[in-house]
């Protein structure tokens, strides 16, 4: 329950920053947290006008992360992120088709193992609250329903979830095609990782593109 109650404070204490530059969209944040399973220990996950990255663990970590203003409690906004991703997004394990269930259940797999490797991350130096708010997103990731009384984000008549809606048209099937290969190919190649980040990412920098603009377009306060 306090993991839940740093999630409702941080949220709500903040909701401007959630509805701007913290917005997440569900997909592309999701696989990235499931990216992240293939990534060493002391890797941290950094967001950008809207999308998440993922930073390597370096000299330089620290520098990058103080410039673009990125904390450990930005953690917190992956809440929305699994919530709104098993809701626009649980077709892909309903659908007949059998790649797509495939890519959902190694999302959800995958997300679950890089959220520990954020607790190992964050463990040794930042006390029990963050590792007790990634445990619960661990649990949420396997049962959503748990925390279906939890909204969102709602406010002044606008609904995020609404846009998240539409958003998934931007997805195109040989996207999610290119990126349940390029997973494959990681479990089967993990030392190869960063190759098959980059790939990944470059492969979806059009959708990531027009993710910005749409949600730059359709959220306005």
Excluded at 14 to 25: G, P, T
Excluded at 36 to 44: A, D, R
Excluded at 203 to 208: R, T
Aim: net charge neutral; proline share 3%.
């Amino acid at each position: 329950m306090e993991a839940l109650k740093l999630v409702y404070t941080t949220i709500w204490s903040d909701r401007s920053k959630e509805r701007f530059e913290m917005i997440l969209e569900p997909f592309q944040a999701i696989t990235q947290l499931a990216i992240l399973s293939y990534c060493p220990i002391g890797s941290k996950l950094s967001i950008t006008d809207n999308i998440l990255y993922i930073q390597g663990p370096s000299w330089k970590q620290s520098l990058v992360r103080s410039y673009n203003s990125d904390k450990k409690n930005d953690l917190i906004y992956l809440f929305s992120v699994i919530k709104r991703f098993h809701m626009f997004y649980g077709f892909l394990k309903t659908g007949a088709r059998k790649n797509n269930k495939e890519l959902f259940d190694k999302l959800v797999d995958r997300s679950k193992i890089g959220l520990e490797k954020l607790i190992q991350t964050y463990s040794k130096t930042d006390g029990d609250h963050i590792s007790q708010t990634l445990r619960m997103y661990i649990k949420l990731v396997d049962h959503p329903e748990t925390f279906k009384d939890v909204e969102t984000d709602k406010d002044r008549g606008v609904q995020i979830d609404d846009v998240f809606e539409k958003i998934v048209t931007l997805y195109q099937q040989d996207n999610y095609t290119i990126i349940l290969c390029l997973f494959r190919l990681m479990e089967s190649n993990p030392g190869m990782y960063e190759t098959y980040l980059t790939s990944m990412n470059a492969s979806v920098e059009p959708v990531n593109n027009k993710l910005k603009k749409w949600i730059s377009d359709n959220i306005v306060f």
